[in-house]
């Protein structure tokens, strides 16, 4: 393997799609900055689509001395674990991956644990008993974040109907709107979605018809729609990535599976002040609750 | 070669002209937008030649599917029928290379090889096969049907890995692991696969096939001339047109065996990057000429490696490769305009 | 119910109708744009550029302008220099993405566009829009769906009832005797070509300010293509195109209330019914419907460049 | 001149400037003329169309323009009517010199055209086509009415509904005089309009013609027929290489004089065949029917025909009489409907339209060659090309039989018609096949090339072939063959042997009448 180490603390991030996603590459981009700010390391970011430029992407950074390459997205994992094994000396970090092996590590992003708060205000919310999901790709974190926030709201509303619709992408957003229209037609007036770019045509079909709700997902969306998102599941990228390359650099870092939840702050469920008023205080004390007892229970 | 074939160095003048006139254009919109042309333009060079590995793993890797393609588009173009749905019948390709490969896994290598290699071909045809069958009997152009075709095959992927050939723990949208037996051997020290010896050995069976043997010349007069070629040469060109396109969507699917044995090593939802429409470009630079195919394709896989290494080292979005791509061809086409005699008018 | 689904119907043909009304005009002169996806992408961004500044109706010209400026660079190459219009037009679709995702990332960086950008809302016509059943789908839409349905009949008109187009269809079907009666074939190619880049242009600029109210790579997410579908199972005339784009519609509005309606089918078998009945009845519709005669054709199907 | 083209310049010396004995006249129209081009010159690339050539027209006046392929006649209507801008020289109306840089500014100045090749659309209707050529406004029951109306007053039966493209012949060519005249012109340019009429249709274009300059119009015909010339015209104008080398009244010219300015040689007399009768029977049609495509006249109807080796059969026919089933039917691309045909060894088929139905424009004349040769001994072997070899035959067969290219690597493209039709004959010819069925052999070709090619076919014939083919001309199919049938609505006529012009025009026309029900859709009872 190459891995000569160079000067100064080298960080890069492979994304699997453009960074101006306004979701999770941005995310994942910020947090870079914020490597390259606090720990006034040496950055580099590169969009690779497809596997034979992702591994290309992470044997290339491994083999220019990189100390640690973030692979964006559980696709890196096996590319990954290929390159891995010539280079020692880099930490290779799959979000969202799968398992260790050597100097692969995964950070797994609890984002359902959120999404479950977000289901069991839904399920408060609904007054037709169905619920909505627009899923971007049907990617293990979207699946069970789908599944965590219908299980929160039979929570709250039993028998409550939960619908979902995927796009089988995360650009169109057109095509974002008319599946949130699609599940209003069916009943559903409270939304969630996971669809990264696509999901500003949830928010819109959201805003043109009144008396509907929506969670946000991923940053706090409240500015979308400030007068009907109740409340967003965030994950905090740039914290958990900073976190990451900060135990690297320290040389505290030991390959683990690092999974950040509510407990971490990474993963929060944050609630619009606008849109408080619109559940009972009962039911924001059971989310409340729920996520202290969540927060508690976490590794 | 003889007439026929005759390799003229006009075309590849014109080529590189093309090519300096994208990179012109590339480096005074990185100025304006603030960038430094000459360090992205050097990244784009060592990331496409800076190094046998590179050179191998980054530019060969990436032009492999794209020769591959390009030959297939180019051998229906010249027979007289036109593609446009190469990712889809490269999609259909890679679920059957997959799914073969996981029957034929036990076999010894030299078998399951070849073996997946069928199955790629023969679902690439069979992807093409709908718009074969709707052109001959409904006289739906191809150029359609293809195309609407490459989104039937987006779902259909996205289908296998949530289902059927999905991972056994059911949880990433992905197929196993391919077995060992049905992965291609690399070029020692390198991410190169064998499937770059197979692009090599297409173009030069196509080169002969083309120039060499009296099909291949059947072929070519029937997409160059078909009513010439039905009444003279006694053969039925809307036939050869259908067997060109199956052929070229079993070509198709081959690259997409190719990119799962020799890259991936499992079915993924998003295998190609748009593969099918690049390969046009590909074919059209070699004006379908099979060796000259794989000198473009060699092109355009440095631009996208080289594009890489430009966004690694220079931050430049590698997207902006693609208008490089279209400048080429553009400046490609328009030249090639310019050489060209105008037919006779109307009454002469 | 109903209501919705004939709304739903309408609003994700109407992008595609702006564009396909525009590539009618287009095929008819003889020239097929592959390049209509690229223009649409263009008129998304220039929408969205535009308007954060000048306002939605701003964006709406920035759209058109940009989409006749894709066109523009397609008819140079395709009709003035008279090259492969396939392949012609598949580059300018591979350099408007390249183009409008640098552009993007330069102007908004990683943050997105955001929320910011102003809309064109629903226009309601008085009394017609409570309607039952269509009304809502017919007389409650944003301007550019009035836009793409006013195209059809302006786009019958142009071609049935004007000199121009019907010079345009005589260059379209046969250039030779189209320019002995004394057609510029060029000129009213390149208009024609032009016109329908600003319709896709527009149509891209609807995506952003009608539908979603921002912009995101590859948002067209394959329109144009389907529009160019949408010209030949509308046999190459408005009134078919407008059918067939509301067919479309129609169907994509019918997928996704499969996928709503919660039924254990996987849902990749929805995504692809739209394209996979588009064939059928592409099938079933044009077996015996000729193409325009010099259709993407070009300079091989047109007498000498004497002028 | 046409330097550089490789071996023409040498051909029989004709193209050496004109003889001094033979200067060229400056027109000298009894009144002034309507039309008017003087020292005209347009060179094409390397080749000189027209060299300060002038003509004109006055009214009440046919002026015949004659001249071989290439001479220059349609370049310089194309001149007069806007289409090709002329290097040098003035185009003058009504004595004024104007400028007419497309057809719409050649119409408004009261010129109408009739082409050389059909110029209507064959998707739009009669009455579109005629607005069209007109300039009228697009307003199709308005349009309907006035073009009923024009062809009425013209003796011109037309139905305004048609579409162009389902018309037979005859009636496409009416169309175009009807869309010539429509927005009232006084200057009518006919560019061989009689090459795809029968004798009775050109009796009629030749009365509307004088009709048209008794008013006080002004016509320009082009022919190849110097007879025609001789009959119709005023006056004559004759063409060569660009230049003029004859121009005066029709009455002080004969057929000899007109043959020599065009060619600068006395035209050769056709030996008198004497066919080598054997007796083998190549092909034998019993009762045969076979379809046309939809709208395109009756197909073959029932019918019974043997062809000997050695023997010339020339088929009769106005356009779309079933001649075109029968010779694709004995040439084994059309299938048949009913009946038999039995046929002893191979059949070529020469098409009628070279450049689409016969040969590669793109490929190189070796890659045309083998086209209709590939599957010989010697072309290839084995499933796999020789090249070089094929490259050395077809060197050969341009020799061979004068086809006039620079060498066989060139494309097809790029040779003059006379030579690309000479290449279609020597590649038929090379593969010696039982019968040769050829489709307007000479069509669109020159005196000269018209001879080299049917004095191939009658070699052919004397080697043993047999010869079936098709000519419009009714001159060319008495002159060629050596037996002579007529088609007509379908049905085959066999025609005495001394058969006369009169009486094979008689059956080809009589007939015509009484098959033109299902024919003649578009003309109006
Ligand atoms: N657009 C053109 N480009 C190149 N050469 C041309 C063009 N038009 C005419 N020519 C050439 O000019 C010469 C004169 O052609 P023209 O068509 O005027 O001849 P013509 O007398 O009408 O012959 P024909 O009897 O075959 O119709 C020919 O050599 C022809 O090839
Ligand atoms: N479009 C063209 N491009 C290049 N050369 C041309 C073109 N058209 C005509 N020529 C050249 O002009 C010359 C005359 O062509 P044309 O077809 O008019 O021949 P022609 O004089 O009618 O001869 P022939 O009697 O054999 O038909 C030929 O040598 C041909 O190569
Ligand atoms: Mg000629
Ligand atoms: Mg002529």
């Given at each position: 393997?190459?891995?000569?180490?160079r000067?100064?603390?080298?960080?890069?991030?492979?994304?699997?799609g453009?960074?101006?996603?306004?979701?999770?590459?941005?995310?994942a981009?910020a947090?870079?900055?914020?490597?390259?700010?606090?720990?006034?390391?040496?950055?580099?970011?590169?969009?690779?689509?497809?596997?034979?430029?992702?591994?290309?992407?992470?044997?290339t950074?491994?083999?220019?001395?990189?100390?640690?390459?973030?692979?964006?997205?559980?696709?890196f994992?096996?590319?990954?674990e290929?390159?891995?094994?010539d280079h020692?000396?880099?930490?290779?970090?799959?979000?969202?991956?799968?398992?260790?092996?050597?100097?692969?590590?995964?950070?797994?992003?609890?984002?359902?644990?959120?999404?479950?708060?977000?289901?069991l205000?839904?399920?408060?919310?609904?007054?037709?008993?169905?619920?909505?999901?627009?899923g971007?790709i049907?990617?293990p974190?979207?699946?069970e974040?789908?599944?965590?926030?219908?299980?929160?709201?039979?929570?709250t509303?039993?028998?409550?109907?939960?619908?979902?619709?995927y796009?089988?992408n995360?650009?169109?957003?057109?095509?974002?709107?008319?599946?949130?229209?699609?599940?209003?037609?069916q009943?559903a007036?409270?939304?969630?979605?996971?669809?990264?770019?696509?999901a500003?045509g949830?928010?819109?079909?959201?805003?043109?018809?009144?008396?509907?709700?929506?969670?946000g997902?991923?940053?706090?969306?409240?500015?979308l729609?400030?007068?009907?998102?109740?409340?967003?599941a965030?994950?905090?990228?740039p914290?958990?990535?900073?976190?990451v390359?900060r135990?690297?650099?320290?040389?505290?870092f030991t390959?683990?599976?690092?999974?950040?939840g509510?407990?971490?702050?990474?993963?929060?469920?944050?609630?619009?002040?606008?849109?408080?008023?619109?559940?009972?205080?009962?039911?924001w004390?059971?989310?409340?609750?729920?996520?202290d007892?969540?927060?508690?229970?976490?590794? | 070669?003889?007439?026929?074939?005759?390799?003229d160095?006009?075309?590849?003048?014109?080529?590189?002209?093309?090519?300096?006139?994208?990179?012109?254009?590339?480096?005074?919109?990185l100025?304006a937008?603030g960038h430094d042309p000459?360090?992205a333009?050097?990244?784009?060079w060592?990331?496409?030649?800076?190094?046998?590995y590179?050179?191998?793993s980054?530019?060969?890797?990436?032009?492999?599917?794209?020769?591959v393609?390009?030959?297939?588009f180019?051998?229906?173009?010249?027979?007289?029928a036109?593609n446009?749905?190469a990712e889809?019948?490269?999609?259909?390709?890679?679920?059957?290379?997959?799914?073969?490969?996981?029957?034929?896994g036990?076999?010894?290598a030299?078998?399951?090889i070849?073996?997946t290699?069928l199955?790629?071909l023969?679902?690439?045809a069979?992807?093409?096969?709908?718009?074969?069958?709707?052109k001959?009997?409904f006289?739906?152009?191809e150029?359609?049907?293809?195309?609407?075709?490459?989104?039937v095959?987006?779902a259909?992927?996205?289908?296998?890995?949530?289902?059927?050939?999905?991972?056994?723990?059911g949880i990433y949208?992905?197929s196993?692991?391919?077995?060992?037996?049905?992965?291609?051997p690399l070029?020692p020290?390198?991410r190169?696969?064998a499937?770059?010896?197979?692009?090599?050995?297409?173009?030069?069976?196509?080169?002969?096939?083309?120039a060499?043997?009296?099909?291949?010349?059947?072929?070519?007069?029937?997409?160059?001339?078909?009513r010439?070629?039905?009444?003279?040469?006694?053969?039925?060109a809307?036939?050869?047109a259908?067997?060109?396109?199956?052929?070229?969507?079993?070509i198709a699917?081959?690259?997409?065996?190719?990119?799962?044995?020799?890259?991936?090593?499992?079915?993924?939802?998003?295998?190609?990057?748009?593969?099918?429409?690049t390969a046009?470009a590909?074919?059209?630079?070699?004006r379908?000429h099979?060796?000259g195919?794989?000198?473009?394709g060699?092109?355009?896989g440095?631009?996208e490696?080289?594009?890489?290494?430009?966004?690694?080292?220079?931050?430049?979005?590698?997207?902006?490769?693609?208008?490089?791509?279209?400048?080429?061809?553009?400046?490609?086409?328009?030249?090639?305009?310019?050489?060209r005699?105008?037919?006779?008018?109307a009454?002469? | 119910?109903?209501?919705?689904f004939?709304?739903?119907?309408?609003?994700?043909?109407?992008?595609?109708?702006?564009?396909?009304?525009?590539?009618?005009?287009?095929q008819?002169?003889?020239?097929?744009?592959?390049g209509?996806e690229g223009?649409m992408?263009?008129?998304?961004?220039?929408?969205?550029?535009a308007?954060?500044?000048?306002?939605?109706?701003?964006?709406?010209?920035?759209?058109?302008?940009?989409?006749l400026?894709v066109a523009?660079?397609?008819?140079?190459?395709?009709?003035?220099?008279?090259?492969?219009?396939?392949?012609a037009?598949?580059?300018?679709?591979?350099?408007?993405?390249?183009?409008?995702?640098?552009v993007?990332?330069?102007?908004?960086?990683?943050?997105g566009?955001?929320?910011?950008?102003?809309?064109?809302?629903?226009?309601?016509?008085?009394?017609?829009?409570?309607?039952?059943?269509?009304?809502?789908?017919?007389?409650?839409?944003?301007?550019?769906t009035y836009?793409?349905?006013?195209?059809?009949p302006?786009?019958?008109w142009v071609?049935?009832?004007?000199?121009?187009?019907r010079?345009?269809?005589?260059?379209?079907e046969?250039?030779a005797?189209?320019?002995?009666?004394?057609?510029?074939?060029r000129?009213?190619?390149?208009?024609?070509?032009?016109?329908?880049?600003?319709?896709?242009?527009?149509?891209g600029?609807?995506?952003?300010?009608?539908?979603?109210?921002?912009?995101?790579e590859k948002?067209?997410?394959?329109?144009?293509?389907?529009?160019?579908?949408?010209?030949?199972?509308?046999?190459?005339?408005?009134?078919?195109?407008?059918?067939?784009?509301?067919?479309?519609g129609?169907?994509?509005?019918?997928?996704?209330?499969f996928?709503?309606?919660?039924?254990?089918?996987?849902?990749q078998l929805f995504?692809?019914?739209?394209?996979?009945?588009?064939l059928?009845?592409?099938?079933?519709?044009?077996?015996?419907v000729?193409?325009?005669?010099?259709l993407?054709r070009?300079?091989?199907?047109?007498?000498?460049?004497?002028? | 001149?046409?330097?550089?083209?490789?071996?023409?310049?040498?051909?029989?010396?004709?193209d050496d400037?004109p003889?001094?004995?033979?200067p060229?006249?400056?027109p000298q129209?009894?009144?002034?003329s309507?039309?008017?081009?003087?020292?005209?010159s347009?060179?094409?690339?390397p080749?000189?169309?027209?060299?300060?050539?002038d003509?004109?027209?006055?009214?009440?006046?046919v002026?015949?323009?004659?001249?071989?392929?290439?001479a220059?006649?349609?370049?310089?209507?194309h001149?007069?009517?806007?289409?090709?801008a002329?290097d040098?020289?003035?185009?003058?109306?009504?004595?004024?010199?104007?400028?007419?840089?497309?057809?719409?500014?050649a119409?408004?100045?009261?010129?109408?055209?009739?082409?050389?090749?059909?110029?209507?659309?064959?998707?739009?209707?009669?009455?579109e086509?005629?607005?069209?050529a007109?300039?009228?406004p697009?307003?199709?029951?308005?349009?309907?009415?006035?073009?009923g109306?024009?062809?009425?007053r013209?003796?011109?039966?037309?139905?305004?509904?048609a579409?162009a493209?389902?018309?037979?012949?005859?009636?496409?060519?009416?169309?175009?005089?009807?869309?010539a005249l429509?927005?009232?012109?006084?200057?009518?340019?006919?560019?061989?309009?009689?090459?795809?009429?029968?004798?009775?249709?050109?009796?009629?274009?030749?009365?509307?013609v004088?009709?048209?300059?008794?008013?006080?119009?002004?016509a320009?015909?082009?022919?190849?027929?110097?007879?025609?010339?001789?009959?119709?015209?005023?006056?004559?104008?004759?063409?060569?290489?660009g230049r003029?080398?004859?121009?005066?009244?029709?009455a002080?010219?004969?057929?000899?004089?007109?043959?020599?300015?065009m060619?600068?040689?006395?035209p050769?007399?056709h030996?008198?065949?004497?066919?080598?009768?054997?007796p083998?029977?190549?092909v034998?049609?019993?009762?045969?029917?076979?379809?046309?495509?939809?709208?395109?006249g009756?197909?073959?109807?029932?019918?019974s025909?043997?062809?000997?080796?050695g023997?010339?059969?020339?088929?009769a026919?106005?356009?779309?009489?079933?001649?075109?089933?029968?010779?694709?039917?004995?040439?084994?691309?059309?299938a048949?409907?009913?009946?038999s045909?039995?046929?002893?060894g191979?059949?070529?088929?020469?098409?009628?339209?070279r450049?689409?139905?016969a040969?590669?424009?793109?490929?190189?004349?070796?890659?045309?060659?083998?086209?209709?040769?590939?599957?010989?001994p010697?072309?290839?072997e084995?499933?796999?090309?020789?090249w070089?070899?094929?490259?050395?035959?077809?060197?050969?067969?341009?020799?061979?039989?004068?086809v006039?290219?620079?060498?066989p690597?060139?494309?097809?493209r790029?040779?003059?018609g006379?030579?690309q039709q000479?290449?279609?004959?020597?590649?038929?010819?090379?593969?010696?096949?039982?019968?040769?069925?050829?489709e307007?052999?000479a069509r669109?070709?020159d005196?000269?090339?018209?001879?080299?090619?049917h004095?191939e076919?009658?070699?052919?014939a004397?080697?043993?072939a047999?010869?079936?083919?098709?000519?419009p001309?009714?001159?060319?199919?008495?002159?060629?063959?050596?037996?002579?049938?007529?088609?007509?609505?379908?049905r085959?006529?066999?025609?005495?042997?001394g058969a006369?012009?009169e009486?094979?025009?008689?059956?080809?026309?009589?007939?015509k009448v009484?098959?033109?029900?299902?024919k003649?859709?578009?003309a109006?009872?």
């Amino acid at each position: 393997g190459g891995g000569g180490q160079r000067e100064g603390f080298r960080v890069a991030l492979v994304t699997p799609g453009s960074i101006a996603d306004a979701a999770w590459n941005a995310g994942a981009y910020a947090g870079l900055g914020q490597v390259r700010d606090s720990l006034g390391a040496v950055v580099s970011h590169v969009e690779a689509r497809t596997p034979a430029e992702q591994e290309e992407a992470l044997r290339t950074y491994a083999a220019e001395g990189y100390a640690v390459v973030f692979g964006h997205g559980f696709e890196f994992q096996g590319a990954a674990e290929r390159v891995a094994a010539d280079h020692p000396n880099t930490v290779f970090i799959i979000t969202s991956g799968e398992r260790v092996r050597g100097n692969v590590a995964p950070l797994v992003f609890r984002l359902h644990e959120a999404s479950r708060l977000a289901g069991l205000a839904a399920g408060a919310l609904t007054r037709t008993g169905v619920i909505g999901f627009v899923g971007g790709i049907e990617l293990p974190p979207i699946r069970e974040a789908y599944e965590a926030w219908a299980a929160g709201a039979a929570v709250t509303r039993p028998g409550v109907e939960s619908r979902f619709t995927y796009l089988n992408n995360f650009d169109d957003a057109a095509a974002g709107r008319e599946a949130a229209h699609a599940l209003i037609r069916q009943g559903a007036d409270v939304l969630h979605h996971n669809a990264d770019a696509a999901a500003l045509g949830v928010f819109q079909a959201v805003r043109e018809t009144p008396g509907t709700w929506i969670f946000g997902a991923n940053a706090d969306q409240a500015a979308l729609a400030p007068e009907r998102v109740v409340a967003s599941a965030v994950i905090d990228l740039p914290r958990a990535i900073l976190a990451v390359a900060r135990e690297v650099k320290e040389g505290r870092f030991t390959p683990r599976v690092e999974s950040f939840g509510l407990a971490s702050g990474v993963i929060r469920f944050e609630v619009n002040p606008r849109a408080r008023a619109a559940l009972p205080d009962s039911v924001w004390a059971l989310v409340v609750r729920v996520r202290d007892s969540i927060a508690a229970a976490a590794p | 070669m003889s007439a026929p074939s005759t390799f003229d160095l006009r075309p590849l003048t014109t080529s590189a002209l093309a090519l300096a006139a994208g990179l012109v254009l590339l480096a005074a919109g990185l100025a304006a937008a603030g960038h430094d042309p000459a360090a992205a333009l050097g990244a784009m060079w060592r990331g496409a030649f800076g190094s046998w590995y590179a050179f191998t793993s980054a530019t060969l890797l990436r032009a492999t599917p794209l020769i591959v393609i390009g030959l297939g588009f180019a051998l229906a173009l010249r027979g007289g029928a036109l593609n446009i749905g190469a990712e889809g019948q490269f999609y259909a390709g890679a679920i059957a290379a997959t799914w073969a490969a996981f029957q034929l896994g036990a076999l010894p290598a030299p078998l399951a090889i070849p073996l997946t290699w069928l199955a790629a071909l023969a679902g690439g045809a069979l992807w093409v096969l709908v718009p074969v069958v709707l052109k001959r009997r409904f006289g739906v152009l191809e150029v359609i049907s293809t195309l609407l075709l490459n989104f039937v095959a987006e779902a259909l992927v996205s289908l296998m890995v949530q289902g059927p050939m999905q991972e056994p723990a059911g949880i990433y949208p992905q197929s196993a692991p391919i077995p060992a037996a049905a992965r291609l051997p690399l070029l020692p020290g390198t991410r190169l696969h064998a499937g770059f010896l197979v692009a090599l050995a297409l173009a030069a069976a196509m080169a002969f096939l083309l120039a060499r043997t009296v099909w291949g010349f059947r072929l070519r007069a029937a997409g160059a001339a078909p009513r010439a070629a039905e009444l003279i040469g006694r053969v039925d060109a809307g036939r050869f047109a259908g067997v060109a396109l199956l052929a070229s969507g079993a070509i198709a699917g081959l690259a997409g065996a190719l990119e799962v044995s020799g890259v991936s090593y499992a079915l993924y939802q998003n295998l190609s990057p748009g593969y099918g429409f690049t390969a046009i470009a590909v074919a059209l630079l070699a004006r379908g000429h099979p060796l000259g195919i794989v000198a473009s394709g060699i092109l355009f896989g440095a631009l996208e490696a080289g594009a890489g290494a430009m966004q690694r080292e220079a931050g430049v979005p590698s997207v902006t490769v693609y208008v490089v791509e279209a400048v080429v061809i553009l400046a490609v086409l328009l030249a090639d305009a310019r050489g060209r005699s105008t037919p006779a008018v109307a009454g002469a | 119910m109903i209501t919705g689904f004939l709304a739903a119907a309408v609003r994700i043909a109407s992008p595609l109708l702006l564009a396909a009304v525009g590539e009618v005009v287009s095929q008819r002169g003889g020239t097929i744009n592959l390049g209509l996806e690229g223009a649409m992408l263009a008129g998304a961004l220039a929408a969205a550029l535009a308007a954060g500044g000048g306002g939605a109706e701003a964006g709406l010209l920035a759209a058109a302008v940009a989409g006749l400026a894709v066109a523009a660079i397609f008819a140079l190459v395709a009709i003035g220099a008279g090259a492969d219009q396939i392949i012609a037009g598949t580059a300018v679709t591979l350099g408007a993405v390249g183009l409008t995702g640098a552009v993007f990332r330069t102007a908004f960086g990683s943050a997105g566009t955001g929320p910011t950008l102003p809309m064109l809302e629903p226009l309601a016509v008085p009394g017609l829009w409570r309607m039952p059943l269509i009304g809502e789908a017919l007389f409650r839409q944003p301007l550019p769906t009035y836009l793409a349905f006013a195209a059809v009949p302006a786009a019958w008109w142009v071609l049935f009832r004007t000199r121009w187009g019907r010079a345009l269809r005589a260059a379209g079907e046969d250039a030779a005797s189209a320019r002995a009666a004394g057609v510029p074939v060029r000129r009213v190619r390149g208009v024609a070509v032009l016109a329908g880049g600003l319709l896709a242009g527009l149509a891209g600029g609807s995506l952003v300010l009608a539908q979603v109210g921002t912009f995101a790579e590859k948002m067209t997410a394959g329109r144009g293509f389907v529009a160019i579908a949408i010209v030949v199972l509308g046999r190459w005339h408005p009134v078919g195109a407008l059918a067939a784009a509301l067919l479309f519609g129609a169907l994509q509005a019918l997928q996704f209330v499969f996928q709503a309606m919660g039924l254990d089918v996987p849902y990749q078998l929805f995504l692809m019914l739209p394209y996979l009945l588009t064939l059928l009845a592409l099938a079933g519709a044009v077996g015996r419907v000729r193409a325009p005669g010099e259709l993407g054709r070009g300079e091989r199907g047109t007498g000498s460049g004497e002028r | 001149m046409r330097d550089g083209q490789g071996g023409r310049d040498g051909r029989d010396g004709r193209d050496d400037p004109p003889s001094p004995s033979q200067p060229p006249q400056p027109p000298q129209p009894s009144q002034p003329s309507l039309l008017s081009l003087s020292a005209i010159s347009k060179r094409f690339g390397p080749v000189t169309a027209l060299d300060g050539v002038d003509f004109a027209v006055a009214a009440g006046e046919v002026h015949a323009l004659l001249g071989e392929n290439g001479a220059g006649k349609s370049t310089l209507m194309h001149v007069a009517y806007g289409l090709v801008a002329p290097d040098a020289g003035v185009v003058s109306v009504d004595g004024h010199p104007a400028t007419i840089r497309s057809p719409r500014d050649a119409r408004r100045l009261g010129l109408g055209m009739v082409h050389q090749h059909f110029t209507s659309v064959p998707a739009f209707t009669v009455a579109e086509n005629v607005a069209l050529a007109a300039g009228w406004p697009a307003r199709p029951r308005e349009n309907a009415h006035r073009v009923g109306e024009l062809a009425a007053r013209l003796g011109l039966a037309l139905d305004p509904a048609a579409r162009a493209g389902l018309l037979s012949v005859g009636l496409r060519q009416r169309l175009e005089i009807v869309k010539a005249l429509a927005p009232g012109a006084r200057v009518l340019l006919l560019d061989e309009p009689t090459g795809v009429l029968a004798p009775a249709e050109v009796e009629d274009l030749f009365a509307t013609v004088r009709g048209f300059v008794r008013e006080g119009g002004a016509a320009v015909l082009i022919t190849h027929a110097l007879d025609e010339a001789l009959a119709v015209a005023d006056r004559v104008t004759v063409l060569r290489a660009g230049r003029v080398t004859l121009s005066g009244p029709a009455a002080e010219q004969d057929h000899d004089a007109l043959a020599r300015a065009m060619l600068g040689t006395e035209p050769a007399r056709h030996a008198p065949v004497l066919p080598s009768i054997r007796p083998a029977v190549v092909v034998r049609f019993d009762r045969v029917t076979i379809p046309a495509e939809a709208g395109r006249g009756p197909g073959a109807r029932d019918v019974s025909l043997t062809v000997h080796a050695g023997e010339i059969v020339g088929v009769a026919a106005v356009e779309g009489n079933g001649q075109r089933e029968l010779l694709r039917g004995a040439a084994g691309v059309l299938a048949l409907a009913r009946g038999s045909l039995d046929r002893t060894g191979e059949a070529v088929l020469i098409p009628e339209d070279r450049t689409t139905e016969a040969l590669l424009p793109d490929l190189s004349l070796t890659e045309n060659a083998a086209l209709g040769l590939a599957d010989r001994p010697g072309w290839s072997e084995r499933g796999l090309m020789r090249w070089r070899e094929a490259r050395q035959r077809t060197a050969v067969l341009l020799r061979e039989h004068d086809v006039r290219a620079p060498g066989p690597d060139v494309t097809a493209r790029t040779l003059s018609g006379g030579n690309q039709q000479k290449l279609v004959v020597a590649r038929a010819l090379a593969a010696e096949p039982a019968l040769v069925v050829a489709e307007h052999p000479a069509r669109g070709l020159d005196i000269g090339a018209t001879r080299a090619v049917h004095a191939e076919l009658r070699r052919a014939a004397a080697a043993g072939a047999a010869v079936l083919f098709h000519s419009p001309y009714l001159d060319e199919v008495l002159g060629l063959a050596t037996r002579v049938v007529v088609m007509t609505g379908g049905r085959l006529v066999e025609v005495g042997a001394g058969a006369g012009r009169e009486e094979v025009g008689r059956v080809m026309v009589g007939s015509k009448v009484a098959g033109q029900g299902s024919k003649d859709a578009g003309a109006r009872p």
